[in-house]
């Protein structure tokens, strides 16, 4: 199984701030690197796939990048409705494999 | 637009087996490049791929699962199901059915149904 390890575990930040969250592969998965957005009691949100590419309706205030093995997500400008817990998530073989997830609070 | 809504008993006693629907709604479920997926996340934790079914009925199991899981689909009603056995409360969680699109996501989950909580009770 691809181990997918997704740092760090929780962040604190402040509406504006520009955050960064990394994820690493155990091998390399080329560019099959999606990401969600979960917030609680919901189901998770599709929000970038094959590493960079923006889902339709996302704001462009999320971005991410890398190939491999290293990716990261990018939020530019914290909006008050970003605050949430985000996966990675490899497709790159099966079993599909998650990251543990990164819970994003309000400082 | 496609919705996803799942369906089943939320409460299941230890040792039997757990069973769940998901209807596919706002279109078919063997039209395009779409693995139809069971995904479940205990309370507090994170997400654990279970398995998914192609329309054709092609499976992919999750090996720590597999001895005890069954994807099925049933076109005609426009619905996939989880049959999960001999459940302990380890099993405990929202389970989510979910569309892993294949025709230009990378096979990422983009559609995804509001989840539903089992819990085993023993």
């Known amino acids: 199984d691809i181990q997918m390890t997704q740092s760090p575990s929780s962040l604190s930040a402040s509406v504006g701030d520009r955050v960064t969250i990394t994820c690493r592969a155990s091998?390399?998965?080329?560019?099959?690197l999606n990401w969600y957005q979960q917030k609680p009691g919901k189901a998770p949100k599709l929000l970038i796939y094959?590493?960079?590419s923006l889902l339709s309706g996302v704001p462009s205030r999320f971005s991410g990048s890398g190939s491999g093995t290293d990716f990261t997500l990018t939020i530019s400008s914290l909006q008050p409705e970003d605050f949430a817990t985000y996966y990675c998530?490899?497709?790159?073989?099966?079993?599909?494999?998650f990251g543990q997830g990164t819970k994003l609070e309000i400082k | 637009q496609v919705q996803l809504q799942e369906s089943g008993p939320g409460l299941v006693k230890r040792s039997q087996t757990l069973s769940l629907t998901c209807t596919v709604s706002?279109?078919?479920?063997?039209?395009?490049?779409?693995?139809w997926s069971w995904i479940r996340q205990p309370p507090g934790k994170g997400l654990e791929w279970i398995g998914y079914?192609?329309?054709?009925?092609?499976?992919y199991y999750n090996p720590s699962l597999k001895s005890r899981v069954t994807i099925s689909v049933d076109t005609s009603k426009n619905q996939f199901s989880l049959k999960l056995s001999s459940v302990t409360a380890a099993d405990t969680a929202v389970y989510y059915c979910?569309?892993?699109?294949?025709?230009?996501?990378?096979?990422?989950?983009?559609?995804w149904g509001q989840g539903t909580m089992v819990t085993v009770s023993s």
């Open positions: 979910a569309r892993a699109n294949g025709d230009y996501a990378y096979d990422a989950f983009d559609i």
């Open positions: 706002g279109g078919s479920i063997s039209s395009g490049d779409y693995y």
């Open positions: 079914i192609y329309y054709s009925g092609s499976t």
């Open positions: 091998q390399s998965i080329s560019s099959y």
């Open positions: 094959a590493a960079s």
């Open positions: 998530q490899q497709s790159y073989s099966t079993p599909r494999t």
